[in-house]
C-alpha cells in the first residue's frame, strides 16, 4: 500500500479520530493508537487473515469452589438452552431478495431510501441493493462473532471463579455456533461475505491485544454483546423472512445470557477492587468503544461498491449518521449498553457530559441487564 493511499485511508476516519480526541486520556488514547492504525489507516482486516498478538494470564483455580450462585444460574440455563444450528433451523427454505411476502428488510428501516437516486430505480434494482446492504449488516454480524468466539476463550481462562469458568465454558459453545450458523446463512442464502467494517476490526484487535481481564469483559460482554442484542432484535423485528427470523431469536437468547454475565462479572471488580484512576481509565475506554460502535454501521464497504460514484463519503456518513436507520439502530443498541454501564459505575459525572454530547444519555434509566429475565431481554429488543 503507497503513501498516498495510507493517507486516503487516515483522512476517511478523520472524523473518527478527531471525536476520540475529545477524551483527553493519554493512557487509553495510547492503548488504542496502534489497533487504530493498523485498522483505518493500513486495513489490515482487509486481508484473508490477520495475525494479532495476544498476551493474558489464564487463572487455574484448584480449590473448584462453587460460590458464585448467580453464574451458577446462568450455566444451568446455558446447558439447558443448548441448540444444533445444523438441525434446529429450518435450511431448505429458499430465500429470495424478489418475493415480496418474505421481505429480507424493508425499505421503512434502511437508509437506502432517503438517498433520491435510489428512489428512482426500478424495483429489481432496489429489492437487489436491499439484500446487498442486509448482507453486510450480517457479514458484520458474523465477524463480530468470530471476535467473540475468541475473547471468550481468553475470558474463560482468565476469570478467577469456577462457577465463571463453567458459565464461559456454555459461551465458547455458543459463540461457536453463531459463526456457523450466520457463515451458513450468507453463504448459502446470500452468496457474498463482505470485509470487516475498519471500526469493527479496531475494536476486536484491541480486546485481542488487552493483557487485563476485565477490559475483555468491559469490551466484549457489556459493549459488543450489548449492541449485538439491540442490533439482531432491529433486524428481528423488520425482516419478514422465516429462516432469518429464527435465527435471530435462537441468537438473541444466548447473548441475553452473555451481557447477564458481564454484569454479574464486573460489578464486584469496579465496586471494590479497582482504585480511582483505574476506574477513570475504563470509563474512558468505555466511551471510545461507543464511538467506534456508534460508527460501525456506516457500511462504507457498501457504498464503496453502489454509491461512491454518487455522493461524497462524507455525504454519505451524514445520510446514514441522520437517517431513521441509524436512529432506531442507536436506539436498540445503546438502550442495553448504557443502563449496564451505569449499574458497573462506568458512567460518572465527570463521563456522563460525553454521552450527552452524542445522545446516549436517554437510555441511562433503562433496566440493566441482571435486572431482566432472558425473555425479558429478547421481547425488550
Known amino acids: 500500500m503507497d503513501f498516498r493511499q495510507l493517507l486516503k485511508n487516515a483522512s476517511e476516519h478523520g472524523q473518527t479520530l478527531r471525536d476520540a480526541a475529545k477524551v483527553k486520556n493519554v493512557r487509553v488514547l495510547l492503548g488504542l493508537l496502534g489497533p487504530a492504525v493498523r485498522g483505518f489507516v493500513m486495513q489490515v482486516g482487509k486481508r484473508d487473515h490477520t495475525d494479532v498478538p495476544t498476551h493474558y494470564q489464564a487463572r487455574f483455580n484448584w480449590e473448584y469452589k462453587r460460590d458464585q450462585p448467580e453464574l451458577a444460574k446462568l450455566y ?3 446447558k439447558k438452552s443448548q441448540w444444533d444450528g445444523a438441525t434446529d433451523l429450518d435450511w431448505k427454505r429458499t430465500v429470495d431478495p424478489h418475493d415480496s411476502a418474505n421481505e429480507l428488510m424493508e425499505d421503512r428501516i434502511l437508509p437506502l431510501k432517503e438517498i433520491p437516486a435510489y428512489r428512482l430505480l426500478p424495483e429489481r434494482e432496489k429489492a437487489l441493493q ?19 468466539l475468541y475473547a471468550a476463550c481468553q475470558v474463560t481462562q482468565a476469570v478467577g471463579w469456577m462457577d465463571g469458568k463453567f458459565y464461559g465454558s456454555t459461551q465458547v459453545v455458543d459463540e461457536g455456533r453463531h459463526v456457523e450458523v450466520f457463515h451458513r446463512y450468507l453463504a448459502e442464502k446470500m452468496g ?5 467494517n475498519d471500526n469493527l476490526y479496531v475494536i476486536i484487535e484491541a480486546l485481542m491485544r488487552d493483557s487485563r481481564w476485565d477490559i475483555k469483559f468491559l469490551g466484549m460482554q457489556i459493549m459488543i454483546e450489548g449492541l ?6 432491529t433486524m428481528r423485528n423488520n425482516t419478514r423472512e422465516p429462516l432469518l427470523k429464527d435465527l435471530l431469536r435462537r441468537v438473541m437468547t444466548d447473548e441475553a445470557r452473555h451481557v447477564h454475565f458481564g454484569v454479574v462479572a464486573l460489578r ?23 464511538l467506534l460502535l456508534r460508527n460501525r454501521f456506516l457500511a462504507h464497504e457498501f457504498y464503496d461498491e453502489y ?20 436512529s432506531t439502530f442507536r436506539k436498540m443498541m445503546f438502550r442495553r449498553i448504557i443502563p449496564n454501564l451505569k449499574h458497573i459505575h462506568l458512567l460518572s459525572e465527570r463521563i456522563r457530559p460525553h454521552y450527552e454530547s452524542i445522545g ?15 425473555k425479558d431481554l429478547v421481547a425488550a429488543n
Open 268 to 290: 464486584e471488580a469496579y465496586t471494590h477492587d479497582l482504585p480511582a484512576a483505574e476506574i477513570r481509565d475504563r470509563e474512558d475506554w468505555a466511551f471510545e468503544m461507543s
Open 228 to 233: 449485538a442484542l439491540g442490533a439482531f432484535g
Open 360 to 374: 446516549l444519555l436517554e437510555w441511562e434509566h433503562e433496566k440493566a441487564a441482571h435486572e431482566l429475565t432472558e
Open 76 to 78: 444451568a440455563a446455558a
Open 307 to 326: 454509491w461512491a460514484h454518487a455522493m461524497t463519503r462524507k455525504a454519505w456518513n451524514e445520510l446514514i449518521l441522520a437517517s431513521e436507520f441509524m
Open 192 to 196: 457474498r461475505i463482505y470485509q470487516i
Open 130 to 148: 436491499r439484500k446487498e446492504l442486509t448482507s453486510w449488516l450480517l457479514s458484520q454480524f458474523l465477524h463480530g462473532e468470530q471476535g467473540a
